[in-house]
């Protein structure tokens, strides 16, 4: 009975270890960047009869496009250059010094008394001092820096008209892949000449690298290590 018993605690605690990882390793796995990152656009419609009226400017037409030859994304399926340029930096420092220093003196004023207690009240003489101090310090700094240039798509359009845009460039080399995605919401009038806009004014970005092969996972820890950290630690 108690070899049947430990066994079941045994093959409990396995059960609850696995389960941890597999949890973990979904977790570690989420990307950055949810979502589809390329739509097909909305077919044209059928027009059985199209009368030619000689004007320049025809329905469906884009407004900015009335003077200029360059087209620009305006809607779903339209592709969009994305200049991207952050950098990070971030420093904070923090110093505590403290100090304190304390004293007592009690001295009596002399004179005799029978009483033991009264006397020795009269003639105290006594002293006491003292000090604590603390000194604390701590410093944090974080840098980081991406740039680059990619095309995406619009893959949605909100109803103020911004651009809902999403894209991502994979490079396999020698066994590995690393993959850039992008995401983020586009006003239009931020697109500059070439049908570009730079990272800075697209709102919500979501940048991230990902990559996989031999390279990337010696660089990580393996699951099972991330579960031992995490789950057997005690302190």
């Not at 800075?200 to 991330?226: H, P, T, Y």
């Amino acid at each position: 009975m108690f070899n049947v018993s430990m066994a079941a605690r045994r093959g409990g605690l396995l059960l609850l270890v696995s389960g941890g990882a597999l949890l973990s390793a979904c977790a570690s796995n989420e990307a950055l960047v949810q979502g589809p990152v390329q739509v097909m656009p909305a077919p044209d419609g059928a027009y059985v009869e199209r009368v030619n009226n000689g004007a320049i400017y025809q329905p469906g037409m884009a407004a900015a496009s009335l003077f200029t030859t360059e087209r620009r994304a305006r809607q779903v399926g339209d592709s969009l250059k994305v200049a991207i340029s952050e950098s990070l930096s971030a420093m904070q420092k923090s110093k505590t010094d403290t100090s304190r220093d304390n004293k007592l003196a009690v001295k009596g004023p002399g004179g005799s008394s029978n009483v033991g207690i009264v006397d020795r009240l009269l003639k105290a003489d006594a002293t006491a001092a003292g000090s604590d101090s603390y000194k604390g310090s701590g410093d944090t700094e974080a840098s980081g820096s991406l740039s680059g240039q990619m095309a995406v798509s619009v893959i949605n359009v909100l109803p103020n008209g911004h651009l809902v845009v999403a894209g991502e460039r994979s490079i396999a080399m020698n066994g590995g892949l690393q993959t850039l995605r992008f995401s983020g919401v586009v006003n239009p009038q931020d697109i500059r000449t070439g049908n570009q806009v730079q990272s800075a004014d697209v709102v919500n970005a979501r940048m991230e690298i990902a990559g996989k092969g031999e390279v990337s996972e010696a660089a990580r820890r393996s699951w099972l290590q991330r579960v031992l950290t995490s789950s057997l630690a005690i302190w």
